[in-house]
């Protein structure tokens, strides 16, 4: 049974900060990392998606990759009030085709303002 | 373009009545998925069909559970005799995925059905 991992929150933080959001997972076979955002009522929208060990920067976001920790994260630089939503954390054991996602079950962030 | 649309938006069911669900991919998205997302919950996959073969439908909770892509676009996610516990929002996602080129597993989600059985 694959398995994914996140601290539900919430998690808050004050405008202009830097927002940590992590995922653990529990397939080694895993090959594909996704953080998908989902507001309150809205279907989840993909933000970053990582392959590779690292990091990897686009914008204020930055997802980072750990697969001997079997650890994904999630920063968000210089929060803004609209950053604040659920954040999903998903895995596939896709390489190269399509695969259904497993998701976390999510961390509900607050940026305070 | 036109992104992933559903229909109806909500459904109410009395338990054990049938429903349908309807799911536009978006146009040319090879590869079509179906999850379930309890309230609180992150969504848990249920069906994948490439085209209009379904390749995966190890998530369908029961045999009450069918789904079909007859012409390898529009998807319909069929509960049979449905039960409390099928309440939930049902969300499609479609991908441009296995096809070279396109983002390794990369998903765009539709509204969702909320399908509430009381």
């Known amino acids: 049974q694959k398995e994914v991992e996140q601290n539900s929150g919430p998690l808050s933080v004050p405008e202009g900060a830097i927002a940590s959001l992590n995922c653990t997972y529990s397939?080694?076979?895993?090959?594909?990392f996704f953080w998908y955002r989902q507001y309150s009522g809205k279907s989840p929208e993909l933000i970053m998606f990582?392959?590779?060990?690292g990091d990897k920067e686009d914008g204020r976001f930055t997802a980072q990759l750990n697969k001997a920790s079997q650890y994904v994260s999630l920063l968000i630089r210089d929060s803004q009030p609209s950053d604040s939503a659920t954040y999903l954390c998903?895995?596939?054991?896709?390489?190269?085709?399509?695969?259904?996602?497993?998701f976390g079950k999510g961390t509900h962030l607050i940026i305070q303002p | 373009g036109a992104g992933v649309s559903q229909s109806p938006r909500y459904k109410v069911a009395k338990r054990g009545q049938d429903v349908a669900l309807r799911c536009d991919p978006i146009?040319?998205?090879?590869?079509l998925f179906w999850y379930q997302q309890a309230l609180g919950q992150g969504p848990e996959f249920l069906t994948y069909?490439?085209?209009?073969?379904?390749?995966?439908k190890s998530g369908l909770p029961s045999d009450r559970f069918f789904a079909e892509r007859p012409e390898g676009s529009v998807s319909t996610l069929k509960i049979q005799r449905t039960q409390q516990e099928d309440s939930a929002v049902y969300l499609c996602?479609?991908?441009?995925?296995?096809?070279?080129?396109?983002?390794?597993?990369?998903?765009?989600f539709g509204p969702g059905t909320r399908l509430t059985v009381l």
């Open positions: 146009s040319g998205h090879v590869s």
């Open positions: 998903a895995v596939t054991d896709s390489g190269g085709g399509a695969d259904g996602l497993t």
């Open positions: 990582i392959y590779s060990n």
């Open positions: 069909f490439q085209n209009e073969a379904q390749l995966d």
């Open positions: 996602a479609s991908s441009p995925a296995p096809l070279a080129g396109a983002p390794r597993g990369e998903q765009f």
């Open positions: 397939d080694r076979g895993s090959q594909s």
